[in-house]
Every structure is written in structure tokens, then in C-alpha cells.
């Protein structure tokens, strides 16, 4: 049951370009969306989150943007930073219902070639 | 910045054995957490925990786990009768409020749990 996913496995971009990360989802009824970056050997850290009734959020060099009606979402990363080098990984939850578990994509690694 | 500790970071057991696995939540959070990783592949959920009792478990955490909340301040995962699909990084997480809120779950940084 993957309910959210990520299709690639891997992206590689220039430094001071944009990475653009995508991320589908099934289930229409979810209430927020975010993105978690995770370096090797070190727990996911949030990155930054959407809410179901917007459709885009901005924090400096990141920005999501969510389609409803394509139930996808897309982190832009610009400029691209050789730091920004590591696993992305979309989660989903819906609020206030049975579950209030995040539900994690497969990820995506990104890397920055300086 | 207050942060979700784990111990120990690396953990190497003997299949058929038991293990305990430590986490130190952020102490005004209210909902608790574990997930795991198997190497290459997604994160999985396998439980939260919340007014000392299991709210939601997935499939995977079966009688083979267990959660507990022995004092304020600890949250451990037991995993009785390792087995070698067990291996994995194991990530607690807390968060104040269901769900997480617009900032999800505080993460720790993870135990890795090989068993030989």
C-alpha cells in the first residue's frame, strides 16, 4: 500500500542550479505534506511542510508546491548548494483522524556536484 | 534546540536474542514514536504511543515488539527473539501534537541494529 511515492530514485544537479524533487500521492484525504531531508547515519530533519488547503509554501531557498487535483507535490531547491547533498523524503499525515502517523515516500537522493 | 536522544547508536546482537532500544523523547511532547529503515529502502512506521498507551501499530510490530514509557522521560522499543531481518536502523520520534503539527515529528538519530 504506498500511498505516497517518490519515482526516482536519485537526481543529480549542478551547484547553483534548481533541484526540483516530485512526490505522488494516493489518498486525497491527506491534510498536511512534508519534506524531511536525511543525511547518512542521522535521523530525518524537517525541511519544510504544506498544508492541504494551500498551494505553495516558501522558506528561503526552499519552496513546495502542491497540485491537488494531480495529487502531487514538488520541493524547488534554488540555488542548489552542495550541502543540500542527501536523501529526500516526502511524508504525508491526515489530521484528527484514526491514524496520526506519518507516512513516508521511498526518498530520493539528491546530489550537488560543486 | 531540544532533540530526540537515542542509545545506543549502533547495536549488534545474536539472533534469538533481546534487545532494548532507548530514547529520550523532547520533554514537553506528548506523542511518541518509532520507525525503522532497512538498508535501501523507505522509512516504516511501527508505532505511536500516546497517555501511556499504544495508539497505532503497523503490521510489522507484532508480539515480537513492545513499547514502554518506564518513567518521564524514557520511551524504549524491545524486540524479543532478534531475528536477522530485524537488522535495520530503528528512529524514535516525538512530537507535540498529533500528528506533528505543520513541523511533523522530531527525529533522533537512530540505532543501528545488526543481528548476526
Known amino acids: 500500500d504506498q500511498q505516497v511515492k517518490q519515482n526516482s530514485p536519485s537526481l543529480s544537479v549542478q551547484e547553483g542550479r534548481i533541484s526540483i524533487l516530485n512526490c505522488d500521492y494516493t489518498n486525497s484525504m491527506f491534510d498536511y505534506f512534508l519534506w524531511y531531508k536525511k543525511y547518512p547515519a542521522e535521523g530525518p530533519t524537517f525541511l519544510i511542510s504544506?498544508?492541504?488547503?494551500?498551494d505553495k509554501n516558501e522558506d528561503g531557498r526552499f519552496t513546495v508546491f502542491l497540485n491537488k487535483s494531480a495529487k502531487h507535490l514538488s520541493l524547488h531547491i534554488v540555488p542548489s548548494q552542495p550541502g543540500d547533498s542527501a536523501v529526500y523524503f516526502c511524508a504525508a499525515y491526515f489530521y484528527g483522524g484514526a491514524t496520526n502517523k506519518l507516512i513516508f515516500g521511498t526518498g530520493t537522493l539528491l546530489a550537488v556536484q560543486p | 534546540e531540544p532533540e530526540v536522544t537515542q542509545t545506543p547508536s549502533h547495536q549488534v546482537t545474536q539472533m534469538g536474542q533481546e534487545v532494548i532500544l532507548r530514547c529520550v523523547p523532547i520533554?514537553?511532547?506528548?506523542?511518541f514514536y518509532w520507525y525503522r529503515q532497512i538498508l535501501g529502502q523507505k522509512v516504516e512506521f511501527l508505532v505511536s504511543?500516546?497517555?501511556?498507551?499504544?495508539?497505532?501499530k503497523s503490521e510489522i510490530f507484532d508480539d515480537q515488539f513492545s513499547v514502554e514509557r518506564p518513567d518521564g522521560s524514557n520511551f524504549t522499543l524491545k524486540i524479543r527473539s532478534t531475528k536477522l531481518e530485524d537488522s535495520a536502523m530503528y528512529f524514535c520520534a516525538s512530537s507535540e501534537a498529533a500528528g506533528g503539527g505543520s513541523s511533523g515529528y522530531t527525529f533522533g538519530s537512530g540505532t543501528r541494529l545488526t543481528v548476526v
Open positions: 520533554s514537553n511532547h506528548l506523542y
Open positions: 504544506i498544508s492541504s488547503i494551500k
Open positions: 504511543f500516546y497517555n501511556n498507551e499504544i495508539s497505532e
